[in-house]
């Protein structure tokens, strides 16, 4: 779950002396939206997004249209760049990465080593391709939602139940009941029902705990309100 494993690796970049112009040309091609610009010996020295260059560009100068005019032509990446941007480590636990992203709301965020020097960016794309690899929605299979008590022990008791009903899961996600702190609410996908059938599994799991609802072949029932 670190930013070095989901991270992206081949970075489109600017040097600081790229024009405006053909960073402007850059992104209407190849469809980026921010662009890290860094020194000759590769250290990030600034960030500029497509809005940067938008702004710094006269309407009539938009991208894939023609440039003139000396004035435009001479603007650089560094002219324009926000300096010293955020940036995380590829050792940044990407859970980390995400509420940063949303709290600042980012597009990304580089990512540079010790020295310096930009190893890759993370996107809220790539935040996403995490979150639905962890989550195991791309391997398919069935989600039940409980909820439990906040304290050790119920969350590994109810895995337990479920091992012993021969059930195997994919994952296991967890979060507190924003209605009630004395509770946390649990998600599991099923990698294998065993011996049950979704409809078997629920009747069984209803009899020893609160479910909120199940999720299967993308269809939901609610089982609590």
Known sequence: MLVRDWMTKNVITLGLKTTVVDAAEIMRTKKVRQFPVIDEQGRLTGIVSDRDIRDAMPSKYLPGDAATGGSL????????????????????????VASILMRHKFGGLPVVDEAGRLVGIITVADVFRFLCTASGVQRGGPQIALRLEAKAGPLAAML??????????????????????????????????????MDSLIATMKSRYTLLFFVEDGRTTLLEG
């Open 73 to 96: 032509d001479s603007l650089r990446a560094a002219d324009i760049m926000t300096p010293e941007p955020m940036t995380v480590s590829p050792t940044t636990p990407v859970d980390l």
């Open 160 to 197: 337990e139940f479920l091992r012993g009903e021969g059930v195997r899961f994919a994952s296991v996600f967890t979060s507190h009941d924003h209605a009630d702190p004395g509770f946390r609410n649990a998600y599991v996908r099923i990698a294998d029902l065993g011996e049950h059938s």
